[in-house]
């Protein structure tokens, strides 16, 4: 049974930071490639930042030079450091496990920036 467990999310000022984890099980995850996606209401979800297998990273231009996605193929997991956050940044993020066959997506966590 595939899970992805996304954690790290809550309420955080502007200007403050979070690190989301995604911890992925039953799926081969070295091979797949990562991404983080958000969705606010009323919004499209939305690529944030994707990493491949091989370790190249690509962001949305509305995080380019805050965010940083990071993957530890020996735990499974895949993080962002999300720094400088805004309240538009204000989303539930989802962990999404990619492969030209197949997908697998978490539940979401919710990330809240607001004074």
């Known amino acids: 049974q595939v899970q992805l467990v996304e954690s790290g999310g809550g309420l955080v000022q502007p200007g403050g930071s979070l690190r989301l984890s995604c911890a992925a099980s039953?799926?081969?995850?070295?091979?797949?490639?990562m991404g983080w996606y958000r969705q606010a209401p009323g919004n499209q979800r939305e690529l944030v930042a994707r990493?491949?297998?091989?370790?190249?990273?690509n962001y949305a231009d509305s995080v380019k030079g805050r965010f940083t996605i990071s993957r530890d193929n020996l735990k499974n997991t895949m993080y962002v450091q999300m720094n400088g956050l805004k309240p538009e940044d204000t989303s539930v993020y989802y962990c999404?496990?990619?492969?030209?066959?197949?997908?697998?997506w978490g539940q979401g966590t919710q990330v809240t920036v607001s004074s």
């Open positions: 990493i491949t297998s091989g370790g190249t990273t």
């Open positions: 999404h496990a990619h492969l030209p066959s197949r997908q697998y």
């Open positions: 039953g799926i081969m995850f070295s091979i797949y490639t």
